[in-house]
């Protein structure tokens, strides 16, 4: 890539000229000549300084067209080093924390069969973080939950999530009877759990947003929040122990199934669908556009929606 492009970057992303001037080891004089340069090769302004240093628009579509030129290098040097020094291939995919317990072992275990000379780097965090993560090229894909509709990301559907009520067997018969448990197995109000003590999500976070829809719409009031956290294994925790109920992704709660079955009776789960919950989780793998993947890649696309519809059914 040009020096005058790789310098463009430098003070695009740090939106300072002494600061791209440290990391490029060059004189805040040389970074504005190389600015100055481009501006008039391309006749545009791609600074404003009113009052501070921000990317005119033609300047925000230039580093998105050059953010990509330069993960398409660094995707094509990757792939020659690994060729000259005899890897056979290796990606770093993002994923949440609870996704990775209850996806990988099984999807990992088959891909290992077919590609056992692949490495495979996981950075485990939220979706808004993996994002930024994929368009700054640290990252190759990741497993997205109702991922922004960023035109330099490709979506791989794999299926829409829904949220459960978990509730354990001890907290659900303070508040219901024992004949309530067959008609719950359908699907719940939750007008009918307002006085039950939850764990729920932090108000910025987006399964509090969604969750927050659904009791305004329909009206519901919980009156018992003692905690909040967004951590789904948490929530999880706190139910078993009797302490919460909580609403998670379907996903997340399939675990709990297995806990079921190797407890007692009297520690089990009871897991719920909601009535009339009409807001889905869209899970896609998302990857950028601009970089076209490899077999092996593309294998480990096939394999992890192969076994979430598993899974899931």
Same mark, same amino acid.
């Given at each position: 890539m040009r020096q005058n492009y790789k310098i463009f970057l430098l003070v695009a992303e740090e939106l300072s000229y002494s600061k791209a001037a440290k990391k490029a080891y060059v004189t805040q004089q040389c970074v504005?000549?190389?600015?100055?340069?481009?501006?008039?090769?391309?006749n545009i302004k791609l600074f404003s300084k009113n009052p501070s240093i921000q990317l005119t628009e033609a300047g925000k579509i230039l580093y998105n067209a050059v953010k990509n030129m330069e993960i398409i290098s660094n995707n094509a040097t990757k792939s020659i080093r690994e060729i000259s020094d005899g890897t056979k291939g290796s990606f770093t995919m993002g994923i949440s924390t609870s996704r990775a317990?209850?996806?990988?072992? =099984?999807?990992?275990? /088959?891909? &290992?069969?077919? #590609?056992?000379? *692949?490495?495979?780097?996981?950075?485990?965090?939220?979706?808004?973080?993996?994002?930024?993560?994929?368009l700054d090229g640290e990252i190759d894909l990741f497993l997205g939950i109702n991922t922004s509709q960023n035109e330099n990301f490709k979506h791989t559907f794999l299926l829409n999530d829904y949220m459960h009520l978990i509730i354990s067997k001890s907290l659900f018969q303070k508040y219901f009877a024992?004949?309530?448990?067959?008609?719950?197995?359908?699907?719940?109000?939750?007008?009918?759990?307002?006085?039950?003590?939850?764990?729920?999500?932090?108000?910025?976070?987006?399964? =509090?947003?969604?969750? /927050?829809? &659904?009791?305004? #719409?329909?009206? *519901?009031k919980f009156n018992k929040i003692p905690y909040y956290i967004s951590d789904c294994d948490t929530q999880i925790h706190l139910c078993q122990s009797g302490t919460t109920a909580a609403i998670v992704p379907k996903m997340l709660s399939l675990n709990l199934k297995k806990y079921n079955v190797e407890s007692k009776s009297e520690d089990e789960v009871y897991i719920f669908p909601i009535n009339n919950?009409?807001?889905p989780l869209r899970i896609d793998l998302v990857n950028n556009i601009n970089v076209e993947h490899p077999f092996y890649i593309n294998s480990f696309y096939q394999i992890i929606k192969e076994e979430i519809e598993k899974m899931m059914n």
């Amino acid at each position: 890539m040009r020096q005058n492009y790789k310098i463009f970057l430098l003070v695009a992303e740090e939106l300072s000229y002494s600061k791209a001037a440290k990391k490029a080891y060059v004189t805040q004089q040389c970074v504005s000549n190389h600015i100055q340069r481009l501006e008039k090769e391309l006749n545009i302004k791609l600074f404003s300084k009113n009052p501070s240093i921000q990317l005119t628009e033609a300047g925000k579509i230039l580093y998105n067209a050059v953010k990509n030129m330069e993960i398409i290098s660094n995707n094509a040097t990757k792939s020659i080093r690994e060729i000259s020094d005899g890897t056979k291939g290796s990606f770093t995919m993002g994923i949440s924390t609870s996704r990775a317990k209850i996806i990988l072992p =099984n999807v990992l275990k /088959k891909y &290992h069969k077919y #590609f056992p000379d *692949i490495e495979i780097s996981f950075y485990v965090n939220d979706t808004s973080i993996l994002e930024k993560k994929l368009l700054d090229g640290e990252i190759d894909l990741f497993l997205g939950i109702n991922t922004s509709q960023n035109e330099n990301f490709k979506h791989t559907f794999l299926l829409n999530d829904y949220m459960h009520l978990i509730i354990s067997k001890s907290l659900f018969q303070k508040y219901f009877a024992t004949k309530d448990l067959e008609k719950f197995k359908s699907g719940v109000d939750l007008i009918n759990f307002s006085e039950v003590p939850f764990t729920l999500y932090y108000e910025t976070g987006a399964l =509090n947003l969604i969750i /927050k829809q &659904h009791l305004l #719409f329909e009206g *519901i009031k919980f009156n018992k929040i003692p905690y909040y956290i967004s951590d789904c294994d948490t929530q999880i925790h706190l139910c078993q122990s009797g302490t919460t109920a909580a609403i998670v992704p379907k996903m997340l709660s399939l675990n709990l199934k297995k806990y079921n079955v190797e407890s007692k009776s009297e520690d089990e789960v009871y897991i719920f669908p909601i009535n009339n919950f009409n807001y889905p989780l869209r899970i896609d793998l998302v990857n950028n556009i601009n970089v076209e993947h490899p077999f092996y890649i593309n294998s480990f696309y096939q394999i992890i929606k192969e076994e979430i519809e598993k899974m899931m059914n």
